[in-house]
């Protein structure tokens, strides 16, 4: 199609079915489905949206709820319901605000967390803020991370720049009832430049300037040029490399 021809809206209200193809804007507000591959400038899920194919977009928007069979592709993609891919997903920017699941690969250059992201895969992202929780069953790769957890995190492995990680709203968890499972990282390995952990269970631990705060938990810490270890920090084992 020439870049100067006028695309198409689809638009799909109540319960109803629409085709794959190229289309300007795709806006689905009750429960609808579209049959194979979609290609449009704006998706937009109001209500119950299911792909049978895949999404390629400039701007994706789930206030709903939305599944996708196939890999997805964006510009932007930002979720306020609840978003299901079942293959890779790629987009400039993503932020999920809602609950975001993911059966293969998560790649973007920025990735903001307000709400609960599961990748079955690995994660890599240039530029990392959340201010809720995760679960990645495969490698967290990004360059520079701000890590305020809400919620519990984990990752099997976690490689970065500069990763930061601490719990949000600390002095309102210190407040409430110790029975309550307060938020926590958990990973088989942190790798990177510049570490900064708090509340962090590890197996392994590896940078050139490591800090350790309070409620770490690290079996084997690695490091370079500096190790700060706070004296509620448990390490089994300290060795400069």
């Known amino acids: 199609m020439s870049a100067y021809e006028k ?16 289309y300007d804007k795709v806006k689905i507000d009750g429960a609808g489905t579209v ?11 109001n209500g119950s949206a ?24 964006s510009e932007s993609m930002k979720i306020y319901g609840s978003g299901g891919f079942k293959q890779n997903v790629r987009s400039r920017s ?8 993911i059966k293969g690969q998560c790649q973007s250059q920025e990735l903001e967390l307000t709400g609960s992201l599961s990748v079955h895969g690995d994660v890599q992202s240039e530029v990392m803020q959340s201010k809720g929780s995760f679960h990645v069953d495969g490698r967290l790769h990004i360059g520079k991370a701000d890590i305020q957890m809400v919620g519990p995190c984990k990752a099997m492995e976690i490689i970065g720049d500069d ?10 968890w210190d407040l409430l009832n110790f029975s309550c499972k307060m938020p926590g990282l958990e990973a088989d390995l942190i790798e990177g430049d510049v570490l900064h952990l708090e509340f962090t269970e590890a197996d392994i631990v590896r940078g050139n300037r490591v800090t350790l705060g ?23 084992e300290a060795r400069r490399i």
């Open 7 to 22: 695309r198409s809206d689809l638009k799909i209200s109540g319960a109803g079915n629409g085709s794959g193809g190229v």
């Open 35 to 45: 049959n194979g591959d979609v290609d449009c400038h704006d998706f937009v899920a």
């Open 50 to 73: 299911k792909v049978q194919g895949q999404l390629k977009a400039e701007a994706i928007r789930i206030h709903g709820s939305a599944s996708v069979e196939g890999p997805v592709q």
């Open 94 to 101: 993503i932020y999920v605000a809602g609950h975001c699941a």
């Open 163 to 172: 990763v930061a990680v601490t719990r949000k709203g600390k002095k309102f």
């Open 214 to 236: 309070q409620g770490c938990k690290v079996r084997l810490v690695e490091y370079r040029d500096e190790l700060h270890q706070d004296p509620q920090a448990k390490v089994g």
